[in-house]
């Protein structure tokens, strides 16, 4: 079992930055892939970013890329997201996810631990 829990999320306006963070529990956080998602409202929840067991592999969503950046501190039992040059439409809650996979995924149905999410504000 894996307990997740996001912080970092708030106001920010566009062109700014945000580093979301996800605190895992257990023992195990090295043995999951693991993987941001968000939820703008009246939309579906899409993939933003993941990286494998050991961070030696990462992938995005193309409109994240080149300003977001997932990493994560095994030692720690953390997982983050460095936002750069924010927009508008990057509002959402954001949601890290937990999979029993060396390399992760881009499908939300691939993970079987969720975070309560965090709230992400850009104004324009």
């Known amino acids: 079992q894996v307990q997740l829990v996001e912080s970092g999320g708030g106001l920010v306006q566009a062109g700014g930055s945000l580093r979301l963070s996800c605190a895992a529990s257990g023992r195990t956080f090295s043995r999951y892939a693991m993987g941001w998602f968000r939820q703008a409202p009246g939309k579906e929840r899409e993939f933003v970013a993941g990286?494998?067991?050991?961070?030696?592999?990462?992938y995005y969503t193309d409109s994240v890329k080149g300003r977001f950046t997932i990493s994560r501190d095994n030692a720690k039992n953390t997982l983050y997201l460095q936002m750069n040059s924010l927009l508008p439409e990057d509002t959402a809650v954001y949601y890290c996810a937990a999979a029993r996979s060396s390399s992760g995924s881009s499908l939300d149905y691939e993970y079987d631990y969720w975070g309560q999410g965090t709230q992400v504000t850009v104004s324009s």
């Open positions: 990286i494998s067991w050991v961070g030696g592999s990462t």
